[in-house]
Every structure is written in C-alpha cells, then in structure tokens.
C-alpha cells in the first residue's frame, strides 16, 4: 500500500466533504446550536413545571390538631416550608360535610377523591381519618404518661402499648408528572409538619426537641475536592453521547462516500486509477475517522460551553474535568476507526444514499445495547466485560470520566486488543466489499425478495450460494430463538431427550435438509457426502478422533477460562445437573454427543459453509460458518466455545472435503466433554496415571499445564497432516487464488457447471 | 497493445438466471488504432471495458493491456490505460483543474511535470475558462471534457471510450471525436465502444459488431462489407444481429457461426 495515494484521497476527500453543506451542517453547525437550545427549552419547561402551582383536594381537615397548625388561612402553613412563599404553590380545596363541591354530596368522599384525581380535576389529594386528632392526642398522653412512669423508676413503655395512629392517605398518580411532583411536595410539608408534631410531644414531657434527632451526619464528598463533582452522572451519559455522535459523524460522510460515489459515478473512475483498493478503503476510512472524531469534539465543545451555563442551576453536577476530556480524546481514536469501517463497509454495500440511510436502523440496533449494556448499575469493569467490544469502550470511558485511572490502565491491554481486532476486521470486511463486484456494480433489482427467492430456487447450483446459506443461518436463529420462549425447561432424562430432538431433527436438520434438495442439484456433494467424502474417510476420521483427543485438555482449558470471565448462570447450572442426572453414560452420549454431531455438522459444516465458500474467502466461510454454529447455543459462555470449535471444524471440513471427519471430530469432543462430568475423586484415586495428569486445586479439577502444551504441540502436527491433504475449490476460490498468486486463467471458463 | 483472448464474464442475475454476458470473444488492438466495440444495450460491451480496465474480473479467457495481464497484474494495468465512460463521472465538488491534478497525481506525476502537461491539456481542450469551476457546475460538454483530461493526464498508451458521446450535443459530440482522432495521431491505443454507426465509420480503423455477448465479426470497414456482401454498415448490422437471434431461437445451445474464422492478425479464434 503507497501512502502517497491513501493521502491523496484522504485530502479530496476531506475537500470534498468540507464543500458539502449538509455534512458541515450535520457536523459543525447542528451540535453548536442544538446543546443551547435544548438546554434553555429544558431549564424553560423544567421552571415552568417547577414554579406552576398544583391543586391539592384535602378531605377530612376538621379531624386535624389545632396545633401545631397544618393550614393557616387556607392554605398550607408558611412555617413548614423553608421558603415560605413555597406554600403558594400548592393551592387547597377543602371537602367537609356540607361542602358544595359535589352536589350530590358523595356517598363515599375518599372514592370520588380518587376518582377525580384519575380524571384530572386535582393534581393531588390528601385524606385525614376521622379520629386523627383524637388519637393523635391520645398518643401524646400514653407517651407523657410513660416518660413519667419512667421517671418514677418503673419500666419504659413499649411501642405495643403506644396507640396507633391512623395513617393520612396521600392520593395522586405517576401516570401524570404534575400529579407527582405534588405528591413531592405534599411528602415534604407532611414531613415537616411530623417533625413539628414530634418536637410538641418532646416539648411536653419537657424534652429538648433535639432528643428525638441528636446528631445529623456530615457528608464528605471527595469529588468536590477533586472536582468531579457529580461525575457520576456524567460518567454513564459521556460514554453513551460519545458512541453515539461517533457513529453518526461516521455514518454520514461514508455515506456520502460510498454509496454517494456510486450514484454519482464517480466510483468507477476511481477504481480505474491506479490507486488499489486498500488504499481508497484506507483514505476514505482517515476521512470518515476524522468527520467522526470532528462531530465528537464539536458536540463536546457545545455541550461544555452550555454546561458551564446550565451547571450553575445544577448543584449536585460539576464540569467535567479537562483530564478526562483529554481521555475521551485519546479513547475517540479506536472507537472512530471502529465506527469508520463499519459505516464503510454497510454504506460500501448501499446503492443510493437512500439506501444507505436505511442502513442505520441495524447498526443502532447492534451498537446501542451494548454501549447501553454498562448503565446497568452492576455491570463494571472486569476482564470480562473488557472482552466485549463496544462495552468494553463504555466502562473504559466510564472510568475515564470518574477519573479511575488505575482501572483505565489496568484494562488498557485487553479493551485495546479487542477493539484493534475489532477494526481490524471490519477493515478487511470494507476492503473486501470494494472487492465485490455484486456489491460495486448491483442492481436495482437485488432487494426484490420474490426475485431472489425465485432465482435461488430456478437457478440452483451443485452447491448452494452465499445467499442461501445466510438464509439458512438466519432461519436456524429465528427458529431457535421461538423454541427457546416456547419450549418448557426440561425436567428430567425424558424432559431433555425431547428437548434435544425437537431442536436437533425439527430446528437444523429438518429445514437444512429441505432448502439443500430445493436450493442445490448436488445435496451429496453439498454436505460433504458424495462419494470422494466416503473415500477419504478411512484415514481422515481417525485422525479427526485423535485430533479432538489432543485438543481436549486446551478445551477444558479455555471453557474454564471463559467460565471464569463471564460465571454461568443458574439456568445453565441446572441443566449441566440435568445432564449429570442422565441414568448412562451411553445414553447422555447418544443423546448429546452422537445426535448433535450428525445434526449440526449436516447444518453448519455441510450446508452453511458450502454456501459461504462461495464468497472466495476459505477463512472468511470458515469463520461464517463457525459465527452461526456458536449463536445457535443460546448459552453466551458455551457459544464463545462452540465458536472456536466450530473454526476447527470448519477448516477440518474444507480440508478433507468430508463430513464424516467432522461428526467423528465432533463426536469425540463432545464425548469427552461429558466424560469429563464422570470424573469423581474416588475415579482419580483409583486410577493414578490420570490423577498424574490433572489437578485437583480450588474444587474441580484440570488438566496440568504441561498436559496442555504437549497435546496442543502434537495437535500441531495433526494440524499439518490436514493441511497436506489435497482438497478441492470453489470456482470464486480459484479465482482469488489466481490473483493472489499471480496466475492466469485457464482456458476452461469458471462458472456455472 | 491491447490483446483479448477468448475472455468470458458469467453474472448471475436475478432476472436472467446465471447468464454469459461476455463468450470467449478476442481481438487485439494496435497503436495508432481505433478499434470499434459496435453493439446494441445489453450486447457485453460495457462488461468488456470494465474487464479490461480491471474494474471487473473475468471469469475465464485472457485479456492484457500493454503486456499486463488484467486479472493478476491491475495495477499495472490501470497506469496504462485511461477509461472515459458514458456517464461522464466528476466530483461535484471539485473544481475541473483540482479534478484532473488528483488524478494525475495518483498516476505518480508531480510538480512541474504535472502543471506543464495540465497547462497544454487545458489550452488543447480548451478548458481554461472553466478551470476553477466546480464540477457540479459544469454543462454536460464541459464535465466530459475534464473527463477525457482526467483520462489523459498521465499520457496513457491506451485509451478507452465507453459511449462517450451518450448524452452530448451534436456539437460536444463532433469535439469530443476530433479529439479522439488527435489521440490516433498521437499513437494512443483506442478502444472506442458505441452503438452508433456513424462514429464506427468516422473513427474506426477496426470493428467488432458485438451481440449477445459475442463477436458476430470483426475487421476493417472494407472488409466486413466484402465479407457480408452488404456496403452499408446499418444493413450489415441488423443482419448479423437478426440472423443471429433467428438461429439463437432455433438452436438455443448450438454454436452459432456468423461468420467465416479469419486468418488476419487480430482475428476472432
């Protein structure tokens, strides 16, 4: 890649855009004015709702104590508010017997109270029982007579022999804010006029009214000291706002410089300069990275200069300190590349702007639970969560932003890695959509579903397309995912071999079975069955045994890993005792190492990844592949390991051209899996040649670290003999092939057979 | 200059099923030739050019520009060629001399070189009074020209022409012609796509009338008339093209032959 070209298209496109009002607008001009108009029509309506009087209904007011007062002069008493003037804003109707509010006067007043609270004709209303006073008095007396009796040397008086007091009932309803905030209002002046009540009782046993209070707490907020003054608050909405202008300043100008290229024609002529693809990827991307970045630090700027206005009205809500601004900045870098690439590849994949805009939905959908994910108050920083892309950035900023640096160093390594991974591939993911010729030059035509339907089945293939297997994955998910609401939790052996059925012979095999005789000619030579599979299979099964054999201890390794980073949950617990309850071993194998073998390695090694070898790219339909077998089990901890057994199987499967070797492969781990379930302390003690092998620390037990590494090591070599073997490509691989390695064609055309 | 062996494209589209859009045609082309690419909408001639200037990848045969295979050596052959195409595809928001200096720079030329040979493009095709307008304020003639300056920056040994003229003006079209000529004078390598007559017989040194994907035939002027027994090349043309879909509706999977196998250099194979 020549630099020299990635900078030449970087710089006309940073003119280009910065010559296009709509991106400067979306960029620069929006976020400047949007934070203060937002800010002053926020504090507007918050002061409007603040200072606007409510209506309050009161029933029951002759029951009250003359003293201490609850009203004066109707309304609420002035004393027992701390600014005075605050009892303006709750204005009484008062209801008695005889009152002329209702006519007829109502057979049950507290009913016709709620009910015109529910309908809106108060905001508020408050009942006080008839005998409120009277027994209110009554408690003062019993406790008067007790502090007396207490004073003469007797026992105090227990709360038992207090009289209770009935409660006054506060009526009001969230469904309406202006409802609630008098319901705050009405707590506040109860409170207070309580506290009042309280102080007359102590007063009258001759008590200070501090006996009932002796000391209120001082609070010592660090932050203010530090100035991260109600960071908290900041902390869980800098990250969110950031991701989010991230991906829009991203999203636009890729936008603009994909799809928007394509609709212009302009594309074309760029793909006939010498400039190779990566470096038009790469200087589109610097481009897209550096609008990204631009919206972020414009919105943050915007948003700083309203704050310093608006935080004077906020008390609890300090600035947010430079230092970690500075953080934002430096965590800004990876998420624009990250965003930058995949707004790259989605709007590399549109054919009009308008197209491109549809594509935004999705990528919401996808990124907004996972930068959501860290606003749950339990989710913190950890290993694991520092896995997660996208999570990982939030916690990360999070702990920027509260000015935890020693988390935001200690995960530095992980969160960079993965997200370094992630933009890594979503880079190769736009590289290769400007590769694609179906993608560059498509047609209106594409996204007519009948159209393809009906394509996918009158031109059926040996194999079938890259298209037909997405279907067949996503048809496997859905399914899946309607089993999993509405499958009962299996209960017992029985419970769990219907449960394994359904999902195994109804949910894969059945529709993989369906779509490979209606969607392909050749369902044999689809799912790796034909007849060079079987020829092979002598000497690929064996090794597929003894290779799973090998890897087995690394297995147990990395699910314990990964059971570390993210603990299983109580529902998956209980299924692994389901399965340690299954009377025989022969039968848990049958049922949950031989049936899934077959099923699944029919689904995503025979029919998905015969599909997806079609895009060219062995590693890339290896991966698909392996992307959908791990989503199919639901559990997040074992779909992480499914995943990398799947990319086993998956190369297993290319390189033999056999899905025999893969069930054998398939079978083994499971098996051994569920062997694993077996291993008691009374085994280990029995045999001590495998007791040599494990340990026994913390509870469980595994593998040595020794054992790991030689089986791993010779794993290697049975790796090798895989990779020797001849095995046959695609028509799309062999011409990847050709360019790669500089080849020319053959005289034969690839092509349809 | 420009040698095409037996090139094939396979599409798979939704409407048509998986179809040939280019069958193993061949042909070669000459400096200081311009060879004529005569065919309706939908005959394979776009596919073609897009092959050659390696925006697509063929599915089978050969094809090489300047001795640069275009399948595994793109690169290479995109500094070799300039492609000028029917819709005549400049940045809106770039002004005609910043357009043509982006992509003279891409081909690697710098400094003085570049504003020297942007100076001359610019008095020859008399674009100076456009040089700081915008592209999206440019009459349809005057983007094409930048189009055919932005091609021809880098002094290309091939020049390729997809329906240039689609869209112009009588007059832009008569300019845009006379410039392809000058380009012959020059020496330039020119593969003119059209599927109008008149421009075959006023530019072409040699013509391949393309249908459905294949070279129905292919020669000089002269002797395609001789060869066909017609001596207008309208007549000639919708013969070949009627003949053709006749035995097409017969036979639809038998080779069809349109025309006899030549033994000239650049003959169909």
Redesign the interface.
């Known amino acids: 890649m020549r630099w020299?070209?990635t900078k030449?298209?970087f710089l006309?496109e940073i003119?280009?855009q910065l010559?296009?009002r709509r991106t400067l607008f979306m960029i620069a001009v929006l976020p400047m004015l949007m934070y203060p108009l937002l800010g002053m029509v926020y504090f507007q309506i918050a002061q409007f709702l603040r200072e606007k009087p409510t209506s309050v209904l009161v029933l029951g007011a002759l029951n009250l104590p003359e003293s201490p007062p609850l009203f004066e002069n109707d309304r609420f008493s002035p004393t027992l508010f701390s600014k005075p003037q605050a009892a303006d804003l709750l204005n009484l109707t008062f209801y008695n017997q005889g009152s002329d509010l209702w006519t007829p006067a109502p057979e049950d007043p507290l009913e016709k109270a709620r009910e015109a609270v529910r309908t809106g004709q108060f905001d508020a209303a408050i009942w006080f029982p008839s005998n409120f006073a009277d027994e209110l008095d009554r408690f003062r007396l019993v406790s008067e007579s007790g502090v007396l009796e207490v004073r003469k040397g007797e026992e105090a008086v227990g709360p038992e022999t207090l009289p209770s007091i009935p409660r006054p009932e506060v009526i009001y309803t969230t469904s309406n804010e202006k409802s609630q905030i008098t319901f705050s209002r009405l707590q506040r002046v109860l409170h207070s006029w309580n506290k009042a009540i309280g102080k007359r009782n102590l007063a009258a046993v001759g008590l200070a009214p501090e006996a009932a209070l002796p000391f209120e707490i001082q609070g010592d907020d660090l932050a203010e000291a530090a100035g991260t003054r109600g960071m908290a608050i900041w902390a869980k909405l800098l990250p969110v706002m950031l991701l989010l202008w991230a991906l829009t300043g991203a999203f636009y100008p890729a936008i603009d410089l994909c799809a928007g290229e394509k609709e212009?024609?302009?594309l074309?002529?760029l793909?006939?300069?010498?400039?190779?693809r990566s470096e038009i990827v790469v200087g589109k991307l610097l481009t897209v990275m550096l609008f990204s970045m631009a919206t972020v630090i414009l919105n943050l700027i915007s948003i700083g200069i309203t704050g310093l206005f608006l935080m004077k009205q906020m008390p609890g809500i300090g600035p947010v300190p430079l230092a970690a601004v500075g953080w934002l900045l430096v965590v800004l870098v990876p998420v624009s590349a990250l965003f930058g690439a995949l707004c790259l590849a989605l709007a590399a994949m549109a054919r009009s702007s308008k197209e491109g805009q549809y594509y935004l939905m999705p990528l919401l959908l996808i990124v907004m639970p996972l930068a959501i994910l860290p606003m749950i108050p339990s989710v913190e920083m950890n290993l694991g969560f520092s896995l997660i892309p996208i999570t990982n950035l939030c916690l990360w900023l999070r702990s920027a932003v509260e000015g935890q640096y020693a988390v935001l160093l200690k995960y530095a390594v992980p969160v960079l890695g993965v997200t370094v991974v992630c933009c890594f591939f979503s880079i190769r993911w736009a590289v290769d959509q400007f590769n694609r010729?179906s993608v560059?030059?498509s047609?209106n035509?594409?996204n007519?579903l009948g159209?393809?339907l009906?394509?996918m089945v009158?031109?059926r293939?040996p194999t079938p397309?890259v298209g037909a297997a997405f279907l067949a994955g996503a048809l496997i998910l859905v399914a899946m995912f309607f089993l999993g609401l509405t499958m009962p939790v299996p209960e017992g052996f029985g419970g769990l071999v219907r449960t394994v059925m359904v999902t195994q012979l109804g949910v894969i095999v059945a529709p993989i079975l369906i779509l490979t005789f209606l969607l392909t000619t050749r369902p044999a030579k689809t799912l790796l069955l034909n007849r060079p599979a079987w020829r092979v299979a002598w000497k690929t099964v064996p090794m597929a045994i003894l290779l799973a054999a090998l890897l087995h201890p690394l297995a147990f390794a990395i699910q314990a890993l990964i059971a570390r980073l993210y603990p299983i949950g109580p529902e998956a617990q209980a299924l692994q005792g389901l399965i340690a309850s299954v009377p025989s071993f022969w039968q848990l194998f049958l049922l949950a190492a031989v049936t899934p073998a077959i099923c699944e390695e029919l689904a995503f090694r025979g029919f998905l990844l015969s599909g997806f070898r079609h895009s060219g790219h062995k590693w890339q339909a290896i991966a698909l592949s392996a992307i959908f077998f791990g989503m199919t089990h639901t559990i997040v901890q074992q779909s992480i390991m499914t995943m990398m057994v799947g990319l086993v199987l998956g190369y297993l499967a290319i390189q033999s051209g056999s899905l025999l070797t893969t069930i054998a492969y398939h079978m083994t781990h499971n098996g051994l899996a569920l062997m694993t379930t077996l291993v008691t302390p009374e085994l280990l003690a029995r045999h001590r040649w495998f007791a040599s092998l494990v340990d026994t620390a913390d509870g469980g037990y595994s593998y040595q670290t020794p054992v790991v590494i030689v089986t791993t090591l010779l794993a290697i070599v049975v790796f090798g003999w895989f990779y020797r073997l001849q095995h046959g490509e695609t028509?799309e691989e062999q011409?990847q092939g050709?360019?790669h390695h500089?080849?020319?064609?053959?005289?034969?055309?690839?092509?349809?057979e | 200059m420009i040698r095409v062996n037996?090139l094939?494209k396979?599409y798979?589209?939704?409407?048509r099923?998986?179809f040939?859009a280019v069958d193993?045609i061949s042909f070669h082309a000459k400096p200081g030739q311009i060879y004529g690419l005569l065919g309706p909408n939908g005959a394979g001639k776009t596919t073609t050019l897009?092959m050659l200037?390696?925006?697509?990848?063929?599915?089978?045969?050969?094809a090489s520009i300047n001795g640069y295979?275009v399948?595994?050596?793109a690169?290479q052959v995109?500094?070799e060629?300039g492609?000028i195409?029917a819709?005549?595809?400049?940045?809106?928001?770039?002004t005609a001399w910043?357009m043509v200096e982006?992509?003279g720079?891409?081909?690697?030329l710098e400094g003085d070189e570049l504003h020297g040979r942007m100076e001359n493009l610019f008095d020859r095709l008399a674009m100076n009074d456009i040089r700081d307008r915008?592209g999206g304020k440019l009459s349809t003639g005057m983007r094409q020209k930048v189009?055919i300056a932005?091609a021809i920056v880098h002094d290309p040994p091939v020049l390729i022409f997809d329906e240039a003229t689609a869209g112009l003006d009588v007059l832009v079209a008569r300019a845009l012609l006379d410039a392809v000529l000058e380009l012959r004078e020059h020496g330039k390598c020119i593969l003119f796509s059209t599927h109008i007559m008149s421009e075959v017989q006023r530019l072409c040194d040699r013509v391949a009338i393309v249908h459905r994907g294949k070279i129905l035939t292919e020669g000089t002027l002269p002797e395609l008339y001789q060869r066909h027994g017609e001596d207008d090349l309208e007549e000639l043309f919708f013969g070949l093209i009627s003949r053709h879909d006749e035995a097409l509706a017969r036979v639809p999977d038998a080779p069809i032959s349109t025309d006899k196998p030549l033994s000239s250099e650049g003959g169909l194979s």
């Open positions: 020299a070209n030449l298209i006309r003119r280009d010559r296009d212009r024609g302009t074309e002529t793909l006939c300069s010498p400039a190779l010729e560059l030059f047609e035509e594409r007519d159209l393809w009906r394509h009158r031109d293939q397309k028509d011409l050709a360019i500089g080849q020319a064609l053959g005289d034969e055309p690839l092509g349809p | 037996g094939v396979h798979a589209d939704l409407r099923g998986h040939v193993r897009r200037s390696t925006v697509l990848q063929p599915t089978g045969g050969q295979d399948l595994t050596q690169p995109r500094r060629i492609f195409s819709n005549t595809a400049i940045y809106d928001r770039m910043e982006c992509f720079r891409l081909h690697g915008l189009s932005r």
